[in-house]
């Protein structure tokens, strides 16, 4: 029995445990165009309105009634993910970027500057299709929060640049959020629509979800939004239609209309991700019973994540893209670490400096996953200029998920794209330099990654000398993973190389205490 198809066999296995994960494989896809509206399902008919009758009996009349219930969670499903109610137009947007530049106070970072914050703001633009950049503004102001944003003269200033600018059809204000009012008071002074970090991130969320549940989660994050615009329209119905608030014969106020839409919607929604988070559960539970590792890989938005567990897997299907925000779906990739232990590698969303709160929290379906995995593998583009800034900014939200402390201590720090920078010199002790694009330093990443792994699980490598006329094949086989078997014809024994859990180990020493057992 060869270690080649031994080893072919556990790699099928595992791929079947990613496929357990409940995430697609990394597909290239077009992206949907936001103004489409998704395709709904004709409503079944009736018994007696044409087309087949369900069948009779019991049996046929249970089938009936679990495919109606399908349909109709299809269809409220759908209805879910139809047109997204704030996005920008389909069409083309020349945008002017402006940045407060906040020149001192707590508001201040200390890791960064206003020509980099107004980079990474171009960047996002360049991310979206058929979007450029007019041009890019950086004005100085005490205080982002307040109603115009800047002083009273650079406002003015800033205004006049503006209208000077030919043909510009948005403004992208390059702060976390904007408040409705503010939103309003600029729209005016401005002319144009103003977007915020959190609308344009939204978009390339909407741009980039391939899933239902990215999609829902999506969904989920414009609830604050629609509910911050509410009060403008309100505001607007007033001045241009005067009289009374409230609808006729309901009752209820516009206001309050338009708020119980909003919860019904947002209940559907959270309803809709619970159920898909249920089902996510029951895979976990079946890949679990695999027992196979999983290595969550996570980073800053565009730091070569995808690129990186390609490297490890040698997956071909995978097609890492240079742009922000490419993964929004988890997936699952099955790989080999040098003891030809099998494991699971698992790419999650990018991270990105001023991510609302509100953002990452609709998304924690989706990272949920990584509180049940094994390791974690932190990917940082070691070139970037503000690589300090972005390690931050992934701590801090791994903290916020509230992950075991056990894999926040544990985390394997990577610095990738090392063929980039001329003299690479090591700032953190534990790091280990890798070129994923190049697969410089993988074969020292697979050993760290071994090795942290055996820690997390409790496994231990284990090469025995066993009768192949005895039990200890076959016990070994059913309560241990097997990973080489050498036979030795001559004398009918065999040496059997494998991978078994502590607990496991000692019952083996319990049963079979005469076995010759050596600890790799």
């Known amino acids: 029995m060869g270690p080649g198809r031994l080893s072919w066999s556990v790699l099928l296995r595992c791929r079947r445990a990613a496929a357990a994960l409940g995430a697609p494989r990394c597909r290239p896809l077009p992206a949907r165009p936001l103004s489409a509206a998704a395709p709904r399902r004709a409503p079944l008919r009736p018994p007696g309105a044409g087309g087949r009758a369900p069948r009779d009996g019991p049996a046929g009349a249970g089938r009936g009634t679990e495919e109606e219930e399908e349909e109709e969670d299809e269809a409220a499903l759908e209805a879910l993910l139809g047109p997204p109610p704030l996005a920008p137009g389909p069409g083309a947007q020349r945008v002017a970027i402006v940045h407060p ?18 980079a990474e703001a171009v960047a996002l633009v360049d991310t979206l299709q058929n979007w450029t950049v007019l041009d890019k503004i950086i004005i100085p102001t005490k205080n982002p929060k307040k109603k115009f944003v800047f002083g009273k003269g650079n406002f003015q200033v800033l205004t006049e640049k503006i209208k000077k600018l030919p043909h510009v059809t948005a403004v992208f204000l390059n702060v976390e959020r904007i408040s409705s009012l503010t939103k309003k008071e600029l729209e005016g002074a401005w002319g144009v629509p103003v977007f915020d970090r959190y609308t344009v991130v939204l978009h390339i969320f909407r741009c980039n979800a391939r899933t239902k549940e990215a999609k829902l989660q999506i969904a989920l994050a414009e609830i604050p939004l629609l509910r ?111 003891s030809h232990m099998a494991v699971i590698y698992v790419d999650t969303i990018g991270f990105l400096t001023d ?50 402390s056990h894999l926040l201590d544990s985390i394997v720090e990577v610095h990738n794209k090392v063929d980039l920078t001329e003299r690479y010199k090591p700032t953190e002790e534990n790091a280990l330099a890798v070129s994923a694009l190049h697969g410089y330093g993988l074969e020292e ?76």
């Open 445 to 520: 990443l697979k050993q760290e990654i071994e090795k942290k792994i055996l820690t997390a699980t409790g496994k231990k490598i284990l090469t025995v000398n066993i009768n192949l006329e005895g039990p200890q094949l076959s016990w070994l086989y059913k309560e241990a993973t097997v990973q080489e078997v050498e036979v030795m014809p001559e004398d009918g024994r065999a040496r059997v190389k494998v991978i078994i859990s502590s607990s496991a180990f000692g019952r083996y020493k319990n049963l079979f205490p005469n076995s010759e057992i050596f600890i790799s």
């Open 228 to 338: 911050s615009n509410l009060k403008n329209e309100l505001s607007q119905r007033d001045q241009q239609r005067g009289g009374s608030r409230y609808i006729m014969g309901s009752g209820e106020t516009f206001l309050e209309t338009q708020n119980r839409v909003l919860k019904e919607r947002e209940l559907k929604i959270r309803n809709a991700l619970e159920k898909l988070r249920r089902k996510r559960a029951l895979l976990r539970a079946q890949r679990r019973k695999c027992e196979f590792p999983i290595v969550s890989v996570m980073g800053y938005t565009n730091s070569g994540k995808t690129t990186l567990i390609k490297a490890l897997t040698g997956e071909a299907g995978l097609q890492p893209r240079d742009q922000l925000f490419a993964t929004l779906d988890i997936t699952a990739h099955a790989g080999y670490l040098p």
């Open 101 to 118: 530049a906040v020149k001192w106070g707590p508001q201040k970072s200390p890791l960064t500057t206003a020509e980099l914050q107004i």
């Open 355 to 404: 991510l609302p709160h509100n953002l990452v929290e609709s998304f924690s379906a989706t990272l949920e996953e990584v509180a049940y995995s094994d390791l974690i593998v932190h990917v940082r583009d070691i070139t970037h200029p503000e690589t300090i800034l972005q390690k931050a900014t992934v701590l801090s939200v791994l903290r916020n998920l509230n992950l075991p």
